[in-house]
């Protein structure tokens, strides 16, 4: 065993520090994976259900709420239950409501389908990294975020290949059921080799009732305000949401023991970390969702290929994280997080340029690629700087903070591009979107594949815009962090 993830940092040999990020990360990729896998599956699922594009878009807005909805419970739930056994419950809840998606009938029971298994899945990352982290000492916490966090990075890249190949081997329904055997092996694994945990070393936290109501419903607005605009109601959600969120952080701050801490934000490299993180993360997030879209409504490619196409950004990000999250021990923070975030401005520009109707596919692999190069050097490292000088007894509260952060921005970034695409092809398809698109006659669709490049390249200099964003947070990040305070 690896250590009492509770009872504070062992310093356990490598080889089984190195086998406990495995193990966690398995579970971690099946989730972040989940995020795109839809993505190119929606015209056959639309197809396969004989349903609309706006139903089955619920599939992937679902699955995000479900995320959203639960990941502010995880700190708390790990305290009170115990982490190993709160990751165990919530990998079988995932695996069990993915074979219930890959069966349902209909649209409106997958999207009820996927929204548990957000609920499982919502609680992996943040449980799991709050387990490898307690589980190590600070100066390996680096080396364990490499393994813990990749899925983050590479499985959102991996998620459109994956699908299109399922799509065009076996069925859309394959895109939920192979998470059967994933699953149950990564449970076993788990189940062997997770450290049982000791008695705490610090009080549990009663339940922040308030704070529970506030916080994910207020997250669940937001998300649903993004998805829903540019209608009334989406405005109406949206407002809505971020008034209660503003109403949780204003009560957070004067109550003794809150749902999420967010008093963390008072430390400079943790506030810096989590804004860089959310700006790069919504370009991040939006974009690997409009590529497969461009490839197959603009470019008339299968939906193989359209996955296929991220591939190398794969393996952009495998290779650029191993060698980033060795380095941030060593460089300061701020080089760290600015040097990702201009990267990923650059590979910003490069999809901009790249969504023509005739661009050549080297530039668009090539401004992927740099993408995931981009992400490899930017998620992971930051991260790991903006919680290896905390305390072990905060390392939950943070890692939930952000968790939650993080996924609140993927779903707004992949809202945002969504409207803007639906936005493009209004006219063309009279509101039936991407789907409706590729549904079209080839004559027709001709029509309407000029308004869908347009579309995507508006989608793209939104993200253009949020990488600035990014790299203007990135100057603020601390040039060095308190070494004496990562030693105790």
């Given at each position: 065993m690896v250590g009492d993830v509770a009872g504070g940092p062992a310093r356990p040999p490598v080889r089984d520090m190195m086998r406990l990020g495995l193990v966690l990360a398995l579970g971690g990729l099946l989730v972040v994976v989940d995020t795109t896998v839809t993505v190119v599956a929606v015209p056959a699922m639309v197809a396969g259900l004989d349903s609309t594009l706006a139903a089955v878009q619920w599939v992937t807005t679902a699955y995000l709420l479900g995320i959203v909805a639960v990941i502010p419970l995880a700190g708390w739930a790990s305290e009170r239950f115990g982490a190993r056994r709160v990751y165990l419950v919530a990998l079988g809840v995932f695996t069990v409501f993915s074979v219930a998606a890959g069966l349902a009938g209909n649209a409106v029971t997958l999207a009820v389908f996927r929204a548990l298994q957000g609920v499982g899945g919502g609680l992996l990352n943040p449980v799991g990294q709050a387990i490898?982290?307690?589980?190590?000492?600070?100066?390996?916490?680096?080396?364990?975020?490499?393994?813990?966090?990749?899925?983050?990075?590479?499985?959102?890249?991996?998620?459109?290949?994956?699908?299109?190949?399922?799509?065009?081997?076996?069925?859309?329904?394959?895109?939920?059921?192979?998470?059967?055997?994933v699953g149950a092996l990564a449970m076993l694994l788990c189940a062997r080799f997770l450290p049982r945990e000791a008695t705490p070393g610090f009080p549990v936290r009663r339940i922040d009732w308030a704070g529970l109501a506030l916080l994910p419903v207020g997250g669940t607005g937001i998300v649903l305000g993004c998805t829903l605009i540019p209608h009334a109601s989406g405005a109406?959600?949206?407002?809505?949401?971020?008034?209660?969120?503003?109403?949780?952080?204003?009560?957070?701050?004067?109550?003794?023991?809150?749902?999420?801490?967010?008093?963390?934000?008072?430390?400079?490299?943790?506030?810096?970390?989590?804004?860089?993180?959310?700006?790069?993360?919504?370009?991040?997030?939006?974009?690997?969702?409009?590529?497969?879209?461009?490839?197959?409504?603009?470019?008339?490619?299968?939906?193989?290929?359209?996955?296929?196409?991220?591939?190398?950004?794969?393996?952009?990000?495998?290779?650029?994280?191993?060698?980033?999250?060795?380095?941030?021990?060593?460089?300061?923070?701020?080089?760290?997080?600015?040097?990702?975030?201009?990267?990923?401005?650059?590979?910003?520009?490069?999809?901009?340029?790249?969504?023509?109707?005739?661009?050549?596919?080297?530039?668009?692999?090539?401004?992927?690629?740099?993408?995931?190069?981009?992400?490899?050097?930017?998620?992971?490292?930051?991260?790991?700087?903006?919680?290896?000088?905390?305390?072990?007894?905060?390392?939950?509260?943070?890692?939930?903070?952000?968790?939650?952060?993080?996924?609140?921005?993927?779903?707004?970034?992949?809202?945002?591009?969504?409207?803007?695409?639906?936005?493009?092809?209004?006219?063309?398809?009279?509101?039936?979107?991407?789907?409706?698109?590729?549904?079209?006659?080839?004559?027709?669709?001709?029509?309407?594949?000029?308004?869908?490049?347009?579309?995507?390249?508006?989608?793209?200099?939104?993200?253009?815009l949020l990488m600035v964003v990014a790299v203007v947070v990135a100057v603020r990040v601390p040039q060095r962090v308190d070494r004496e305070h990562v030693r105790q």
């Open positions: 490898g982290m307690r589980a190590v000492a600070p100066d390996r916490r680096g080396r364990l975020m490499a393994m813990l966090g990749l899925p983050l990075i590479v499985g959102p890249v991996l998620g459109p290949p994956l699908s299109g190949w399922l799509v065009d081997a076996a069925s859309w329904r394959w895109v939920f059921l192979i998470n059967l055997p109406a959600f949206l407002a809505a949401g971020l008034l209660l969120v503003v109403v949780f952080v204003v009560r957070a701050v004067r109550v003794a023991a809150p749902l999420v801490d967010v008093r963390l934000f008072k430390g400079r490299l943790f506030a810096t970390g989590v804004g860089v993180l959310t700006a790069f993360g919504a370009a991040y997030f939006g974009a690997l969702t409009v590529l497969p879209l461009f490839v197959q409504g603009v470019r008339g490619d299968p939906a193989a290929l359209a996955g296929a196409l991220g591939v190398p950004a794969a393996i952009g990000v495998g290779v650029t994280v191993q060698v980033a999250t060795r380095l941030v021990d060593r460089v300061a923070p701020r080089r760290v997080a600015l040097t990702g975030v201009t990267l990923g401005l650059v590979a910003m520009v490069g999809l901009v340029a790249a969504t023509t109707t005739n661009s050549p596919y080297g530039l668009i692999v090539a401004a992927a690629t740099l993408l995931g190069v981009a992400s490899g050097a930017t998620i992971l490292p930051t991260m790991t700087a903006a919680v290896r000088d905390l305390p072990a007894n905060e390392l939950p509260a943070a890692t939930t903070l952000l968790a939650l952060t993080q996924q609140l921005a993927a779903a707004a970034g992949v809202a945002v591009v969504a409207t803007v695409l639906g936005v493009a092809l209004d006219g063309p398809t009279g509101g039936g979107g991407v789907a409706a698109m590729l549904a079209l006659d080839p004559g027709a669709r001709s029509a309407a594949e000029a308004d869908l490049a347009v579309g995507v390249g508006s989608a793209y200099g939104v993200g253009t």
